[in-house]
């Protein structure tokens, strides 16, 4: 069983960058494909990007691409997701979520979930 343990949210000013962590731990990680996902108030959860932990995939939900970075560190058993030119509409509650298939973008495909970040976008 994989846990997993998200930093890095806090409050930010519009156009601000933030890095969030996922830390990994137990299992093997190496089998498991991460994915970040978010959910703003009132709103369903949002796929956001995710990376097979060998690094050989990773994916990104169009909209997301231009702002939205996802990166692993294989030596801290760590997934990062680099957010530039935050909005206020980024405001969500920033969860990490591992899975054993390839790379899927719909939460129920998630097995492990961490208990999330809280990223709050404001002036």
């Known amino acids: 069983q994989v846990q997993l343990v998200e930093s890095g949210g806090g409050l930010v000013q519009p156009g601000d960058s933030l890095r969030l962590s996922c830390a990994a731990s137990?299992?093997?990680?190496?089998?498991?494909?991460v994915g970040w996902f978010r959910q703003a108030p009132g709103k369903e959860r949002e796929f956001v990007a995710a990376v097979r932990w060998s690094g050989s995939i990773k994916y990104s939900a169009e909209s997301m691409k231009d702002r939205f970075t996802i990166s692993r560190s294989v030596a801290k058993n760590t997934v990062f997701l680099q957010v530039s030119r935050l909005k206020p509409e980024d405001t969500a509650v920033y969860y990490c979520?591992?899975?054993?298939?390839?790379?899927?973008?719909?939460?129920?495909?998630?097995?492990?979930w961490g208990q999330g970040t809280q990223v709050t976008v404001s002036s």
């Open positions: 979520a591992a899975t054993t298939n390839v790379v899927v973008t719909a939460s129920d495909y998630y097995y492990y």
């Open positions: 137990g299992g093997t990680v190496s089998r498991y494909t």
